[in-house]
């Protein structure tokens, strides 16, 4: 990433972030309605010949851990006899298993975007399927809405890199202060 002096960030894939600092007052108080430290930017997708630009924020790898954690498969296990001491060894390599962990893979990336998009997903009917705060989240019904627009992997991709950039980058800067 290269730095200037304006706040502009350039990532190693030309992603423009900006980080300004509009504070002009000392905060008084800490709500925990207020994303205070969710840095915020923005994603350029390629949709066909055009490009669209996306708010972004940063997102808490544990919130994202957390939120998938139901979703995360357990590998089939079975007990054997080494030594005369009872050891269990999981079968990552069963089919199924890895078939469910593509899947959790997949979902933890959904989460990842959907929780990094700082817009509302609406569905079909103009529900808010996912807000921007992130303080609603329908994981499938989003998933929909995801599927009826069209997004594609490689937009998922560009997204989950900026969104990754954006917060690594302020991780990194917290970190120098």
């Known amino acids: 990433m290269d730095h200037n002096a304006n706040g502009t960030v350039m ?26 430290f969710t840095a915020t930017g923005t994603v350029d997708v390629k949709v066909g010949i055009k490009t669209i630009r996306l708010p972004i924020q940063s997102v808490d790898t544990e919130i994202i851990d957390a939120f998938v954690k139901p979703y995360r498969p357990v590998a089939p296990t079975r007990a054997q006899l080494e030594n005369g001491r009872r050891v269990v060894i999981e079968n990552q390599a069963d089919r199924a298993y890895q078939d469910k962990l593509a899947e959790y893979n997949r979902i933890w990336l959904l989460a990842v975007v959907f929780h990094g998009l700082a817009v509302d997903i609406v569905d079909n009917a103009g ?27 490689n937009q998922l991709g560009d997204i989950v890199k900026a969104i990754n950039d954006l917060t690594r980058f302020t991780e990194e800067a917290q970190g120098r202060d």
């Open 11 to 36: 990532a190693d894939d030309e992603q423009e972030i900006v980080l300004t600092d509009d504070s002009t007052a000392p905060v008084t108080r800490l709500s925990a309605l207020e994303t205070l």
């Open 127 to 153: 529900q808010v399927v996912w807000s921007a705060d992130n303080s609603l989240h329908d994981l499938q019904a989003t998933r929909q809405v995801a599927k009826r627009m069209g997004l594609v992997d």
